[in-house]
């Protein structure tokens, strides 16, 4: 076994794209906006200025809780986390500490078995789903550092996993899979390098031959910020697991700090050590009254389905091959314009007599394998299909001759045929096949021969 075990968990901040921030009316849409055109004196935190919270944003941040399979608490509220930085006019941000909206959440990577039973594959759990107001920016220049608080306020939703993690594969399978049922709810577009999805995930080392007992957690945890893809997040947990096994392996424990990773050399270098909660002095903020939510209201936030639920319809009703009902799921509108497809194709498909074919899995190729764009109005897209499902019209001619000449130059299978060997014919079927190089329907070619040859 071996004697380091990687301890990763992981925050992930979600910026929601609710038309106004979180606690006033300024737009929450800030992408290319000209620096400082979208603030008020309650973003920017001037005194006395009254925050107001966005129903809409905490009706989101429950629906997120929700499609994570957390508990939703009925009584919720905000509180300040207070530090100094330029990009925080207030000098506190509103956020949530001991009572967050959501709390124990799970989230199942699904798999294939060996028959194409989905099974689950690993459970992730969610420690928390919280939310607040998103800081300004710093703009780093030659001749000096330049502050927008456009982005000062924003919904930002924060969750917060259990550290189930234990290698970078899985991180980035999970993060993958998160961004997708964040963008099935219709709350964030959770585009990375636009900063509207932002991950840091916290790595430490446990070292199994540590002469602590039963140690469950390592004594330290390193964070690694300002990382804005899956690709780099796999690089950096990579390059930080084996920077912190090197450092145990030479008897000492790495520092309890945050890091910052660069990407064009792969590695991360070290940033500030990292606060405790008590640095933070949360208290409660005091110009909100705390959140309280009904069953009632909890219960008419209604999660769609999410991709896992598609994906196990698609295999268990559709017929569909794993590999394909995941990549229809992945974009939820792929997924619906393949629905779209199947409910109205039916009635044509019937009159086609392709029993013997699934025709959905057929549609699902012709998706995955872009034969054809789902940019295609609905009904080109059928046309398309139906024109390649129908039988193709053969020549008579060229089928008879096909036929004459096997059943010519194969006298022995069909003396066998004819004393009762039936399956004979199946044989001369694929020769008649060949001939016709695959143009003729093997049925049509069946009782063409059945009738020839039958005493
Ligand atoms: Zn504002």
Not at 10 to 19: C, D, P, Q, S
Not at 107 to 124: Q, R, Y
Not at 153 to 163: D, M, Y
Request: proline residues 5%; charged residues 30%; positive net charge.
């Amino acid at each position: 076994m071996n004697d380091y075990q990687p301890v990763i968990g992981l925050e992930i901040h979600v910026e929601l794209k609710t038309v106004s921030k979180m606690f006033c009316q300024c737009p929450a849409f800030y992408f290319q906006k000209p620096p400082n055109t979208q603030v008020c004196p309650v973003c920017l935190g001037l005194p006395g200025a009254l925050p107001v919270p966005n129903q809409k944003a905490i009706e989101w941040t429950i629906l997120i809780g929700k499609a994570l399979n957390c508990k939703i608490n009925c009584f919720s509220k905000f509180d300040r986390k207070h530090y100094f930085y330029p990009d925080l006019p207030k000098g506190y941000q509103i956020s949530q500490y001991d009572e967050p909206i959501a709390v124990d959440g799970r989230v199942e990577m699904i798999g294939k078995d060996a028959i194409n039973h989905v099974s689950t594959k690993k459970i992730f759990r969610i420690r928390r789903v919280h939310l607040e107001e998103d800081t300004g920016k710093l703009i780093h220049s030659k001749n000096g550092t330049l502050v927008d608080f456009n982005r000062c306020g924003v919904p930002l939703v924060e969750i917060v996993t259990e550290p189930d993690f234990d290698n970078s594969d899985d991180v980035k399978a999970f993060l993958e899979e998160l961004q997708v049922i964040i963008r099935y709810l219709g709350v964030s577009d959770a585009d990375m390098e636009k900063g509207t999805m932002r991950m840091e995930p916290n790595i430490s080392i446990k070292n199994q031959k540590s002469k602590i007992k039963n140690q469950k957690l390592p004594n330290y945890k390193v964070e690694i910020k300002n990382i804005n893809s899956f690709r780099f997040v796999k690089q950096a947990i990579d390059y930080e697991i084996k920077r912190q096994i090197e450092i145990l392996k030479s008897g000492k424990t790495p520092t309890q700090e945050t890091r910052g990773f660069n990407a064009e050399k792969q590695i991360t270098y070290p940033q500030r050590t990292k606060e405790e909660a008590a640095d933070y002095r949360y208290f409660p903020e005091p110009d909100i009254p705390p959140l309280v939510f009904t069953q009632e209201y909890i219960d008419s936030i209604k999660v769609p389905e999410l991709p896992s639920q598609k994906i196990k319809r698609y295999i268990f009703d559709f017929g569909i091959r794993f590999e394909d009902a995941f990549i229809l799921t992945r974009d939820k509108k792929v997924a619906e314009y393949f629905e779209t497809i199947i409910s109205n194709i039916k009635n044509q498909i019937a009159k086609l007599h392709i029993k013997n074919q699934n025709y959905k899995q057929i549609i699902a190729n012709f998706i995955v394998n872009k034969k054809i764009s789902t940019d295609l109005p609905v009904e080109e897209f059928i046309n398309k299909v139906i024109e390649d499902l129908k039988p193709k019209e053969v020549d008579k001619g060229l089928l008879d001759e096909a036929i004459d000449k096997v059943l010519k130059n194969n006298q022995k299978a069909v003396e066998d045929y004819q004393k009762g060997r039936t399956n004979a014919i199946m044989f001369l079927v694929g020769q008649v096949m060949k001939e016709m190089k695959g143009k003729a329907e093997a049925k049509i070619v069946r009782e063409e021969i059945e009738r020839r040859i039958k005493r």
